[in-house]
């Protein structure tokens, strides 16, 4: 049974910094393709950030350039590194394996960026 567990939300001012972890199990991570997808109030959840089992990253391009995935195989965890935060990247980030996996979701870490 595939967990994952996202942590490292919280509130924070425009221009500043957080980092989401999320630990995965029941899965072999490391040949895993995962991503970093988010829900805004009212809006539909969407694909920000994906990295697949070889490092390679793609980004959405509401946050390239601010925002960086990583990956960490020994401790089976998908990172995002958010920087220059905006409002606009208020909302509950939830990471998935690639393509999302309905019945993997987490609760999800809630972002708050103050303006």
């Known amino acids: 049974q595939v967990q994952l567990v996202e942590s490292g939300g919280g509130l924070v001012q425009t221009g500043g910094s957080l980092r989401l972890s999320c630990a995965a199990s029941?899965?072999?991570?490391?040949?895993?393709?995962m991503g970093w997808y988010r829900q805004a109030p009212g809006k539909e959840r969407e694909l920000v950030a994906g990295?697949?089992?070889?490092?390679?990253?793609n980004y959405a391009d509401s946050v390239k350039g601010r925002f960086t995935i990583s990956r960490d195989n020994a401790k089976n965890t998908v990172y995002l590194q958010m920087n220059s935060m905006k409002p606009e990247d208020t909302a509950v980030y939830y990471c998935?394996?690639?393509?999302?996996?309905?019945?993997?979701w987490g609760q999800g870490t809630q972002v708050t960026v103050s303006s």
């Open positions: 998935n394996i690639l393509p999302a996996r309905p019945r993997a």
């Open positions: 029941g899965i072999i991570f490391s040949i895993s393709a």
């Open positions: 990295i697949t089992s070889g490092g390679s990253t």
